[in-house]
Protein backbone atom coordinates (compact mmCIF):
# COMPACT_ATOMS: atom_id res chain seq x y z
CA UNK A 1 0.00 0.00 0.00
CA UNK A 2 2.99 1.99 0.94
CA UNK A 3 6.10 3.30 -1.19
CA UNK A 4 9.49 1.66 -1.26
CA UNK A 5 10.85 4.21 0.85
CA UNK A 6 8.27 4.12 3.54
CA UNK A 7 8.81 0.74 4.44
CA UNK A 8 12.61 0.43 3.84
CA UNK A 9 14.73 0.29 6.80
CA UNK A 10 18.00 2.24 5.63
CA UNK A 11 16.55 5.18 8.11
CA UNK A 12 18.72 3.28 10.69
CA UNK A 13 15.99 4.49 13.06
CA UNK A 14 16.65 1.21 14.47
CA UNK A 15 19.88 1.38 15.38
CA UNK A 16 21.27 1.44 18.70
CA UNK A 17 21.90 5.25 18.46
CA UNK A 18 18.84 6.27 18.20
CA UNK A 19 17.04 3.42 20.34
CA UNK A 20 19.71 4.82 23.67
CA UNK A 21 17.29 7.87 23.03
CA UNK A 22 14.16 6.56 22.99
CA UNK A 23 15.36 5.04 26.18
CA UNK A 24 16.32 8.22 27.47
CA UNK A 25 12.81 9.87 27.03
CA UNK A 26 11.58 7.09 28.64
CA UNK A 27 12.96 7.57 32.63
CA UNK A 28 15.05 11.28 31.98
CA UNK A 29 17.27 12.23 34.55
CA UNK A 30 16.54 14.84 36.79
CA UNK A 31 18.99 16.18 40.09
CA UNK A 32 15.56 16.84 41.93
CA UNK A 33 12.54 15.09 40.09
CA UNK A 34 14.41 11.74 38.85
CA UNK A 35 17.92 11.43 40.30
CA UNK A 36 17.88 7.84 39.44
CA UNK A 37 16.92 8.15 35.70
CA UNK A 38 19.08 8.19 32.61
CA UNK A 39 21.79 10.85 31.70
CA UNK A 40 21.76 11.57 28.26
CA UNK A 41 25.32 11.51 26.83
CA UNK A 42 24.59 9.97 23.65
CA UNK A 43 24.03 13.88 22.04
CA UNK A 44 26.17 16.01 20.87
CA UNK A 45 24.89 19.23 21.86
CA UNK A 46 26.90 21.91 22.76
CA UNK A 47 24.83 24.03 25.62
CA UNK A 48 28.28 25.22 27.40
CA UNK A 49 27.55 29.01 26.08
CA UNK A 50 23.71 29.31 26.19
CA UNK A 51 24.46 32.36 29.12
CA UNK A 52 26.60 34.72 26.81
CA UNK A 53 23.89 34.18 23.66
CA UNK A 54 20.89 35.00 26.53
CA UNK A 55 22.59 37.99 27.52
CA UNK A 56 23.91 38.96 24.06
CA UNK A 57 19.92 39.00 23.79
CA UNK A 58 18.82 40.69 26.74
CA UNK A 59 21.37 43.47 25.02
CA UNK A 60 19.71 43.82 22.11
CA UNK A 61 16.36 43.75 22.50
CA UNK A 62 15.59 45.92 19.24
CA UNK A 63 16.94 42.67 16.90
CA UNK A 64 14.69 40.00 19.38
CA UNK A 65 11.92 42.46 18.27
CA UNK A 66 12.67 42.55 14.14
CA UNK A 67 13.30 46.19 14.40
CA UNK A 68 16.54 47.74 12.04
CA UNK A 69 17.17 51.21 12.65
CA UNK A 70 14.33 51.48 15.33
CA UNK A 71 11.80 50.90 12.44
CA UNK A 72 10.20 47.40 11.94
CA UNK A 73 11.56 44.69 9.04
CA UNK A 74 8.22 42.53 10.16
CA UNK A 75 6.44 43.22 6.66
CA UNK A 76 9.68 42.75 4.58
CA UNK A 77 10.88 39.45 6.73
CA UNK A 78 7.04 38.08 6.37
CA UNK A 79 7.24 38.18 2.90
CA UNK A 80 10.94 37.09 2.23
CA UNK A 81 11.11 33.56 0.53
CA UNK A 82 14.24 34.43 -2.28
CA UNK A 83 15.68 30.91 -2.21
CA UNK A 84 19.22 32.27 -2.52
CA UNK A 85 18.56 34.39 1.08
CA UNK A 86 19.61 37.31 2.78
CA UNK A 87 22.59 38.95 1.48
CA UNK A 88 23.78 40.06 4.25
CA UNK A 89 23.52 37.36 6.29
CA UNK A 90 25.61 34.94 3.81
CA UNK A 91 28.23 37.88 4.21
CA UNK A 92 28.04 37.24 7.36
CA UNK A 93 29.09 33.21 7.67
CA UNK A 94 31.38 33.44 5.15
CA UNK A 95 33.54 36.09 7.11
CA UNK A 96 32.74 33.80 10.40
CA UNK A 97 33.86 30.66 8.42
CA UNK A 98 36.99 32.25 7.38
CA UNK A 99 37.77 33.34 10.74
CA UNK A 100 37.25 30.08 12.40
CA UNK A 101 39.71 29.17 9.68
CA UNK A 102 41.97 31.90 11.11
CA UNK A 103 41.26 33.88 7.94
CA UNK A 104 44.08 31.93 5.85
CA UNK A 105 40.53 31.50 3.40
CA UNK A 106 38.34 33.90 1.86
CA UNK A 107 35.14 32.55 1.11
CA UNK A 108 33.15 33.68 -1.82
CA UNK A 109 29.16 34.47 -0.10
CA UNK A 110 27.97 33.37 -4.35
CA UNK A 111 29.49 29.79 -3.39
CA UNK A 112 27.21 29.06 -0.57
CA UNK A 113 23.80 27.52 -0.33
CA UNK A 114 21.69 27.92 2.65
CA UNK A 115 20.28 24.72 3.98
CA UNK A 116 17.94 23.73 7.00
CA UNK A 117 21.34 22.78 8.65
CA UNK A 118 24.12 20.17 8.01
CA UNK A 119 21.35 17.13 7.50
CA UNK A 120 19.98 18.38 4.30
CA UNK A 121 23.07 20.05 2.81
CA UNK A 122 24.60 16.75 2.90
CA UNK A 123 21.88 15.10 1.32
CA UNK A 124 21.99 17.55 -1.50
CA UNK A 125 25.25 17.17 -1.86
CA UNK A 126 24.35 13.42 -2.44
CA UNK A 127 21.41 14.46 -4.69
CA UNK A 128 24.09 16.31 -6.93
CA UNK A 129 27.23 14.18 -6.90
CA UNK A 130 26.03 10.92 -7.47
CA UNK A 131 23.09 8.45 -9.02
CA UNK A 132 20.92 6.05 -6.64
CA UNK A 133 23.19 2.90 -6.60
CA UNK A 134 26.38 4.96 -7.05
CA UNK A 135 28.92 5.14 -3.72
CA UNK A 136 30.37 7.08 -1.53
CA UNK A 137 33.61 6.13 0.81
CA UNK A 138 33.20 7.30 4.57
CA UNK A 139 36.17 6.76 7.12
CA UNK A 140 34.96 4.59 10.02
CA UNK A 141 33.64 5.04 12.46
CA UNK A 142 31.28 7.87 11.40
CA UNK A 143 28.48 9.40 12.48
CA UNK A 144 25.56 7.28 12.79
CA UNK A 145 22.97 9.76 11.20
CA UNK A 146 24.77 9.33 7.83
CA UNK A 147 22.73 6.57 7.27
CA UNK A 148 19.84 8.29 6.95
CA UNK A 149 20.91 11.86 5.50
CA UNK A 150 23.07 10.24 2.88
CA UNK A 151 21.46 6.79 1.60
CA UNK A 152 17.97 7.11 2.61
CA UNK A 153 16.16 9.36 0.24
CA UNK A 154 18.54 9.43 -2.04
CA UNK A 155 19.57 5.58 -2.48
CA UNK A 156 23.45 6.29 -2.21
CA UNK A 157 25.49 3.73 -0.75
CA UNK A 158 27.78 3.93 2.01
CA UNK A 159 31.15 1.98 1.64
CA UNK A 160 33.16 2.21 4.71
CA UNK A 161 37.07 3.33 5.18
CA UNK A 162 38.18 0.79 7.54
CA UNK A 163 40.61 2.94 10.11
CA UNK A 164 42.22 1.47 12.65
CA UNK A 165 43.15 1.83 16.60
CA UNK A 166 46.50 0.76 15.89
CA UNK A 167 47.18 4.48 14.47
CA UNK A 168 44.44 6.52 15.90
CA UNK A 169 42.15 5.75 13.47
CA UNK A 170 43.88 7.89 10.91
CA UNK A 171 42.59 7.70 7.72
CA UNK A 172 45.71 6.04 5.01
CA UNK A 173 46.14 5.84 1.96
CA UNK A 174 45.53 2.04 1.99
CA UNK A 175 42.90 1.97 3.64
CA UNK A 176 41.33 4.41 1.08
CA UNK A 177 42.35 2.02 -1.61
CA UNK A 178 40.91 -1.20 0.08
CA UNK A 179 37.64 0.51 0.27
CA UNK A 180 37.85 1.74 -3.42
CA UNK A 181 38.53 -1.86 -3.94
CA UNK A 182 35.83 -3.31 -1.86
CA UNK A 183 33.03 -1.02 -4.08
CA UNK A 184 34.67 -1.94 -7.31
CA UNK A 185 34.30 -5.32 -5.63
CA UNK A 186 30.38 -4.88 -4.93
CA UNK A 187 29.68 -3.55 -8.34
CA UNK A 188 29.19 0.04 -7.00
CA UNK A 189 31.03 3.14 -9.28
CA UNK A 190 32.74 5.17 -6.38
CA UNK A 191 31.51 9.54 -7.02
CA UNK A 192 33.63 10.49 -3.66
CA UNK A 193 35.06 10.44 -0.22
CA UNK A 194 33.13 11.87 2.38
CA UNK A 195 34.93 13.18 5.80
CA UNK A 196 33.79 14.91 8.87
CA UNK A 197 36.41 17.33 9.75
CA UNK A 198 36.81 17.71 12.76
CA UNK A 199 35.98 14.17 13.05
CA UNK A 200 32.31 12.92 14.73
CA UNK A 201 32.96 10.56 17.00
CA UNK A 202 36.66 11.21 17.07
CA UNK A 203 36.87 14.13 18.12
CA UNK A 204 40.36 14.77 16.45
CA UNK A 205 41.06 16.99 13.60
CA UNK A 206 42.57 15.46 10.71
CA UNK A 207 46.21 16.53 10.34
CA UNK A 208 48.17 17.15 6.79
CA UNK A 209 48.99 14.40 5.88
CA UNK A 210 45.42 12.70 6.04
CA UNK A 211 43.93 15.79 4.25
CA UNK A 212 46.93 15.53 1.11
CA UNK A 213 46.24 11.34 1.09
CA UNK A 214 42.26 12.38 0.84
CA UNK A 215 43.16 15.21 -2.05
CA UNK A 216 45.55 13.16 -4.18
CA UNK A 217 43.29 10.06 -3.96
CA UNK A 218 40.63 11.74 -5.19
CA UNK A 219 42.67 13.30 -7.69
CA UNK A 220 43.87 9.76 -8.81
CA UNK A 221 40.21 8.17 -8.72
CA UNK A 222 38.49 11.03 -10.38
CA UNK A 223 35.86 11.97 -7.84
CA UNK A 224 34.45 14.40 -5.12
CA UNK A 225 35.57 15.17 -1.47
CA UNK A 226 32.59 16.46 0.68
CA UNK A 227 34.29 17.70 4.07
CA UNK A 228 31.85 17.79 6.83
CA UNK A 229 32.96 20.63 9.07
CA UNK A 230 30.60 21.26 11.37
CA UNK A 231 32.55 21.22 14.01
CA UNK A 232 35.33 23.19 12.73
CA UNK A 233 34.73 25.96 15.48
CA UNK A 234 34.93 23.57 18.82
CA UNK A 235 38.72 23.23 18.13
CA UNK A 236 40.18 23.89 21.95
CA UNK A 237 43.47 22.30 21.55
CA UNK A 238 46.18 22.26 19.04
CA UNK A 239 46.90 21.23 16.60
CA UNK A 240 45.15 24.02 15.06
CA UNK A 241 42.11 23.03 12.71
CA UNK A 242 43.18 22.88 8.80
CA UNK A 243 40.00 22.60 5.69
CA UNK A 244 40.22 21.04 3.34
CA UNK A 245 39.89 23.35 0.99
CA UNK A 246 43.00 25.63 2.74
CA UNK A 247 45.36 22.53 1.98
CA UNK A 248 43.95 22.89 -1.62
CA UNK A 249 44.61 26.26 -1.54
CA UNK A 250 48.21 26.01 -0.42
CA UNK A 251 49.04 23.57 -3.01
CA UNK A 252 47.04 25.73 -5.67
CA UNK A 253 44.71 23.72 -7.04
CA UNK A 254 42.28 26.32 -8.55
CA UNK A 255 43.15 25.54 -11.75
CA UNK A 256 43.23 22.05 -11.34
CA UNK A 257 40.19 19.65 -12.54
CA UNK A 258 39.90 18.44 -8.64
CA UNK A 259 39.29 22.50 -7.57
CA UNK A 260 35.12 22.15 -8.74
CA UNK A 261 34.98 18.48 -6.96
CA UNK A 262 35.99 19.93 -2.86
CA UNK A 263 33.05 20.88 -1.46
CA UNK A 264 32.32 21.80 2.52
CA UNK A 265 29.32 21.56 4.72
CA UNK A 266 29.41 23.55 7.80
CA UNK A 267 26.33 24.25 9.87
CA UNK A 268 25.70 26.77 13.15
CA UNK A 269 24.30 23.83 15.00
CA UNK A 270 26.98 23.47 17.14
CA UNK A 271 29.68 26.03 16.92
CA UNK A 272 27.17 28.15 18.15
CA UNK A 273 25.02 25.70 19.76
CA UNK A 274 21.41 26.41 18.11
CA UNK A 275 20.97 23.10 16.15
CA UNK A 276 16.70 24.21 16.79
CA UNK A 277 17.66 27.38 14.39
CA UNK A 278 18.01 25.08 11.62
CA UNK A 279 20.69 27.02 9.76
CA UNK A 280 23.17 24.65 7.46
CA UNK A 281 25.18 25.45 4.48
CA UNK A 282 26.96 23.83 1.58
CA UNK A 283 30.20 26.01 -0.01
CA UNK A 284 31.57 24.91 -3.12
CA UNK A 285 33.71 25.28 -5.92
CA UNK A 286 31.18 23.96 -8.60
CA UNK A 287 29.17 26.42 -10.22
CA UNK A 288 26.21 23.56 -11.44
CA UNK A 289 26.46 22.46 -7.98
CA UNK A 290 25.87 25.61 -6.01
CA UNK A 291 23.35 26.22 -8.57
CA UNK A 292 21.71 22.96 -8.32
CA UNK A 293 21.56 22.66 -4.72
CA UNK A 294 20.03 26.51 -4.57
CA UNK A 295 16.98 25.22 -6.47
CA UNK A 296 16.95 22.41 -4.30
CA UNK A 297 16.96 24.22 -0.80
CA UNK A 298 13.20 25.62 -1.83
CA UNK A 299 12.49 21.91 0.21
CA UNK A 300 14.36 23.53 3.49
CA UNK A 301 14.60 26.93 2.86
CA UNK A 302 16.03 28.98 7.04
CA UNK A 303 13.18 31.31 8.01
CA UNK A 304 13.61 34.55 6.95
CA UNK A 305 13.70 36.24 11.12
CA UNK A 306 16.61 33.43 11.66
CA UNK A 307 18.48 35.00 9.12
CA UNK A 308 17.57 38.26 10.49
CA UNK A 309 18.46 37.58 14.09
CA UNK A 310 21.52 35.29 13.00
CA UNK A 311 23.17 38.17 10.84
CA UNK A 312 22.96 40.78 13.60
CA UNK A 313 24.51 38.45 16.01
CA UNK A 314 27.17 37.14 13.62
CA UNK A 315 27.80 41.21 12.88
CA UNK A 316 29.10 41.77 16.27
CA UNK A 317 32.52 40.82 15.22
CA UNK A 318 33.76 41.59 19.50
CA UNK A 319 30.98 39.03 20.18
CA UNK A 320 31.70 36.51 18.41
CA UNK A 321 35.40 36.98 18.73
CA UNK A 322 34.85 36.32 22.72
CA UNK A 323 31.65 33.38 22.44
CA UNK A 324 34.36 31.08 20.03
CA UNK A 325 37.17 31.42 22.64
CA UNK A 326 35.43 31.17 25.98
CA UNK A 327 33.11 28.50 24.44
CA UNK A 328 36.70 26.79 23.25
CA UNK A 329 38.02 27.32 26.72
CA UNK A 330 34.71 25.82 28.19
CA UNK A 331 34.73 22.84 26.17
CA UNK A 332 38.37 22.03 26.63
CA UNK A 333 37.62 21.72 30.47
CA UNK A 334 34.44 20.00 30.07
CA UNK A 335 36.65 17.48 27.86
CA UNK A 336 39.17 16.91 30.92
CA UNK A 337 36.65 16.57 33.23
CA UNK A 338 35.41 13.61 31.34
CA UNK A 339 38.75 12.29 31.02
CA UNK A 340 39.83 12.24 34.53
CA UNK A 341 36.37 10.91 35.37
CA UNK A 342 36.60 8.22 33.18
CA UNK A 343 40.25 7.68 34.12
CA UNK A 344 38.97 7.09 37.79
CA UNK A 345 37.03 4.41 36.69
CA UNK A 346 40.36 2.69 34.92
CA UNK A 347 38.87 4.00 31.19
CA UNK A 348 40.78 5.77 28.53
CA UNK A 349 39.74 7.62 26.17
CA UNK A 350 41.46 8.56 22.69
CA UNK A 351 43.30 11.98 22.86
CA UNK A 352 41.58 14.82 21.40
CA UNK A 353 41.40 18.40 20.49
CA UNK A 354 37.93 19.30 18.82
CA UNK A 355 33.97 18.59 19.40
CA UNK A 356 31.77 17.90 21.97
CA UNK A 357 32.39 13.96 22.82
CA UNK A 358 35.29 12.03 23.57
CA UNK A 359 35.88 8.50 22.07
CA UNK A 360 36.34 6.22 24.31
CA UNK A 361 37.87 2.18 24.93
CA UNK A 362 36.61 -0.02 27.03
CA UNK A 363 37.60 -3.16 25.17
CA UNK A 364 39.07 -4.52 28.26
CA UNK A 365 35.32 -4.32 30.14
CA UNK A 366 33.82 -6.80 27.29
CA UNK A 367 33.43 -10.55 28.10
CA UNK A 368 34.90 -11.28 24.56
CA UNK A 369 36.37 -9.55 21.48
CA UNK A 370 32.93 -9.22 19.50
CA UNK A 371 29.92 -6.74 18.83
CA UNK A 372 28.07 -9.12 20.74
CA UNK A 373 29.72 -8.41 23.94
CA UNK A 374 30.30 -4.33 22.56
CA UNK A 375 26.18 -4.79 22.64
CA UNK A 376 25.75 -6.78 26.15
CA UNK A 377 28.05 -3.81 27.67
CA UNK A 378 26.47 -0.79 25.86
CA UNK A 379 22.39 -2.25 26.75
CA UNK A 380 23.89 -2.91 30.72
CA UNK A 381 25.44 0.52 30.99
CA UNK A 382 22.19 1.99 29.24
CA UNK A 383 19.85 -0.15 31.70
CA UNK A 384 22.12 -0.53 34.79
CA UNK A 385 24.43 2.60 35.13
CA UNK A 386 22.09 4.47 33.35
CA UNK A 387 23.90 6.51 30.51
CA UNK A 388 22.88 6.57 27.36
CA UNK A 389 26.18 6.59 25.47
CA UNK A 390 26.76 5.56 21.44
CA UNK A 391 27.87 2.15 21.05
CA UNK A 392 31.07 2.20 18.82
CA UNK A 393 28.86 -0.69 15.98
CA UNK A 394 26.83 2.10 15.90
CA UNK A 395 29.42 4.19 14.16
CA UNK A 396 30.39 1.51 12.01
CA UNK A 397 33.76 0.73 14.08
CA UNK A 398 35.16 -2.26 12.56
CA UNK A 399 36.82 -2.71 16.39
CA UNK A 400 34.25 -4.13 18.86
CA UNK A 401 34.64 -2.09 22.58
CA UNK A 402 35.00 1.76 21.75
CA UNK A 403 32.09 4.47 22.80
CA UNK A 404 30.75 7.89 22.29
CA UNK A 405 30.43 10.09 25.10
CA UNK A 406 29.08 13.36 24.79
CA UNK A 407 29.70 16.09 27.42
CA UNK A 408 28.90 19.51 26.44
CA UNK A 409 24.59 18.53 26.43
CA UNK A 410 24.44 18.86 30.27
CA UNK A 411 25.30 21.10 34.00
CA UNK A 412 29.02 20.05 35.37
CA UNK A 413 27.09 18.17 38.68
CA UNK A 414 25.29 15.77 36.34
CA UNK A 415 29.00 14.49 34.55
CA UNK A 416 30.11 14.24 37.86
CA UNK A 417 27.12 12.34 38.78
CA UNK A 418 27.47 10.01 35.38
CA UNK A 419 31.61 9.37 36.20
CA UNK A 420 30.35 8.46 40.09
CA UNK A 421 28.06 5.76 38.58
CA UNK A 422 31.07 4.48 36.31
CA UNK A 423 33.15 4.40 38.83
CA UNK A 424 30.57 2.35 40.98
CA UNK A 425 29.95 0.07 37.66
CA UNK A 426 34.08 -0.70 37.36
CA UNK A 427 34.56 -1.23 40.35
CA UNK A 428 31.80 -3.74 41.06
CA UNK A 429 33.06 -5.75 37.86
CA UNK A 430 36.54 -5.65 38.96
CA UNK A 431 35.74 -6.66 42.36
CA UNK A 432 34.74 -10.21 44.15
CA UNK A 433 31.32 -9.01 44.55
CA UNK A 434 29.20 -10.48 41.25
CA UNK A 435 28.17 -8.73 38.93
CA UNK A 436 24.40 -9.95 39.47
CA UNK A 437 24.77 -7.82 42.99
CA UNK A 438 25.92 -4.55 41.21
CA UNK A 439 22.55 -5.44 39.64
CA UNK A 440 20.92 -5.98 42.42
CA UNK A 441 21.99 -3.14 44.74
CA UNK A 442 21.83 -0.67 41.90
CA UNK A 443 18.36 0.24 40.75
CA UNK A 444 16.65 -2.40 39.14
CA UNK A 445 16.02 -1.16 35.42
CA UNK A 446 13.59 -2.98 32.99
CA UNK A 447 15.36 -4.43 30.01
CA UNK A 448 12.84 -3.56 27.41
CA UNK A 449 12.52 -5.13 24.34
CA UNK A 450 13.71 -2.45 22.26
CA UNK A 451 17.55 -3.49 23.06
CA UNK A 452 16.96 -7.10 21.70
CA UNK A 453 15.51 -5.23 18.30
CA UNK A 454 18.99 -3.84 17.28
CA UNK A 455 19.05 -3.76 13.56
CA UNK A 456 21.08 -6.14 11.12
CA UNK A 457 23.40 -3.21 10.04
CA UNK A 458 24.99 -3.04 13.67
CA UNK A 459 25.73 -6.53 13.82
CA UNK A 460 27.43 -6.49 10.51
CA UNK A 461 29.97 -3.22 10.74
CA UNK A 462 32.20 -5.59 8.41
CA UNK A 463 30.76 -4.97 5.28
C1 LIG B 1 29.07 15.27 11.44
C2 LIG B 1 27.67 15.80 11.51
N1 LIG B 1 27.09 16.23 10.38
C3 LIG B 1 25.83 16.70 10.40
C4 LIG B 1 25.10 16.75 11.55
C5 LIG B 1 23.69 17.31 11.52
O1 LIG B 1 23.69 18.64 11.93
P1 LIG B 1 22.45 19.64 11.80
O2 LIG B 1 21.82 19.72 13.15
O3 LIG B 1 23.03 20.98 11.40
O4 LIG B 1 21.53 19.12 10.78
C6 LIG B 1 25.66 16.31 12.75
C7 LIG B 1 24.89 16.34 14.01
O5 LIG B 1 25.21 15.72 14.99
C8 LIG B 1 26.99 15.83 12.73
O6 LIG B 1 27.60 15.40 13.84
Redesign the pocket.
Known amino acids: MLSRKASCDSHGQDSSYFLGWQEYEKNPYHTVHNPTGIIQMGL?ENQLSFDLIESWLRRNPDIVGLKRDGESAFRELALFQDYHGLPVFKNELVDFMAKIRGNRIIFASNKLVLT???????ETLMFCLAEPGEAFLLPTPY?P??DR?LKWRTGVEIVPIHCSSSNGFRITSSALERAYQQAQKLNLNVKGVLV?NPS?PLGITMNRAELNHLIDFAIDKNIHIVS?E??SGTVFDSPKFVSIMELAMERELYNADIWNRIHI?Y????DLGV?GF???MIYSNNETVVDTATKMSSFGLVSSQTQFLLASILSDKKFTEKYMKETQRRLKKRREMLVSGLRNAGIQCLISNAGLFCWVDMRHLLTSDTFEAEKELWKRIVCEVGLNISAGSSCHCSEPGWFRICFANMSQETLQVAMQRMKAFTDSSNSAVSQQQFVNNTRARSLTKWVFQLSSYESEPHR
Request: charged share 15%.
Open positions: AAGATPANYGFDTNDIYVSLSKPRVG
